[in-house]
Nanobody
Framework: QVQLVESGGGLVQPGGSLRLSCAAS????????????MRWYRQAPGKERELVAV????????NYGDSVKGRFTISRDNAKNTVYLQMNSLKPEDTAVYFC???????????WGQGTQVTVSS
């Protein structure tokens, strides 16, 4: 069973930076980590879950939500089965629980992590 574990969240002042990590495990030899597109979502209290960033299986293509473009960067290390989200110039409105999501390109399976809290406040 695929498991995703996020880490790196915490409390940061406005204008600061954080790097989130999502460590993945439990893949089969048929559908390895590198066959999954990876996404970061976030959900603030009382709001719907929002797509933050996407990275394709080989990392060649990335896409970002309008609210984070130019400030956040998604990357992946297929050798370490890990995806990252570098967050710079953080704003109070970035406060949310951030979730990692793996979507199988060929398997069609979707897996979620448990989330990590990011709080931006002075």
């Amino acid at each position: 069973q695929v498991q995703l574990v996020e880490s790196g969240g915490g409390l940061v002042q406005p204008g600061g930076s954080l790097r989130l990590s999502c460590a993945a495990s439990g893949f089969t030899t048929r559908f390895t980590f590198s066959s999954y597109a990876m996404r970061w979502y976030r959900q603030a209290p009382g709001k719907e879950r929002e797509l933050v960033a996407v990275i394709t299986i080989a990392g060649g293509n990335t896409n970002y939500g309008d609210s984070v473009k130019g400030r956040f960067t998604i990357s992946r290390d297929n050798a370490k089965n890990t995806v990252y989200l570098q967050m710079n110039s953080l704003k109070p409105e970035d406060t949310a629980v951030y979730f990692c999501n793996a979507v199988g390109t060929w398997s069609g399976a979707s897996y979620w992590g448990q989330g990590t809290q990011v709080t931006v406040s002075s």
